[in-house]
């Protein structure tokens, strides 16, 4: 499964979103069923899903999961998870798509200062923060 779905996220970027998201959509039934629906593995394909649902432009069905990706991180992962900061960054770039400019920067603020204050200057989570900072700083890309 892993193999289909890391396949369908390059088409994405490849301009064949449209076709990747049946894969997703497929994937994320798959793990909600077998692993659950809190399952880290499952929020991820969550959070896969909301970047082509923002691809094809389809903002407010990208919001709505995001939202709900981003409370059961919070639930299940806790505030400060790295994966739940990835997903509150997710979600900031739905706003910014939808124009809700100062409510992305808020989430952006929050996330860097959840970073700051938890993680400091830990090797562990660089690669996390620098994929935040990309999806922050470089909107052209996503």
Do not use: D
């Given at each position: 499964?892993?193999?289909?779905?890391?396949?369908?996220?390059?088409?994405?970027?490849?301009?064949?979103?449209?076709?990747?998201?049946?894969?997703?959509?497929?994937?994320?039934?798959?793990?909600?069923?077998?692993?659950?629906?809190?399952?880290?593995?499952?929020l991820s394909m969550m959070e896969n899903l909301v970047a082509v649902l923002n691809?094809?432009?389809?903002?407010?069905?990208?919001?709505?999961?995001?939202?709900?990706?981003?409370?059961?991180?919070?639930?299940?992962?806790?505030?400060?998870?790295?994966?739940?900061?990835?997903?509150?960054?997710?979600?900031?770039?739905?706003?910014?798509?939808?124009?809700?400019?100062?409510?992305?920067?808020?989430?952006?603020?929050?996330?860097?200062?959840?970073?700051?204050?938890?993680?400091?200057?830990?090797?562990?989570?660089?690669?996390?923060?620098?994929?935040?900072?990309?999806?922050?700083?470089?909107?052209?890309?996503?």
């Amino acid at each position: 499964m892993a193999v289909t779905v890391s396949l369908a996220l390059s088409h994405v970027w490849q301009g064949k979103a449209e076709e990747s998201k049946g894969v997703i959509l497929a994937a994320l039934q798959f793990y909600r069923e077998k692993l659950g629906p809190y399952s880290p593995a499952t929020l991820s394909m969550m959070e896969n899903l909301v970047a082509v649902l923002n691809k094809l432009r389809e903002l407010e069905e990208a919001y709505q999961l995001g939202y709900e990706a981003l409370e059961a991180h919070k639930t299940h992962l806790g505030q400060h998870h790295p994966l739940t900061l990835v997903a509150m960054s997710n979600l900031g770039i739905t706003l910014r798509r939808q124009g809700l400019l100062e409510e992305a920067e808020e989430l952006y603020i929050e996330v860097w200062e959840i970073f700051r204050g938890v993680f400091k200057y830990s090797s562990n989570c660089s690669g996390v923060m620098a994929a935040i900072s990309a999806r922050m700083f470089c909107p052209a890309s996503w």
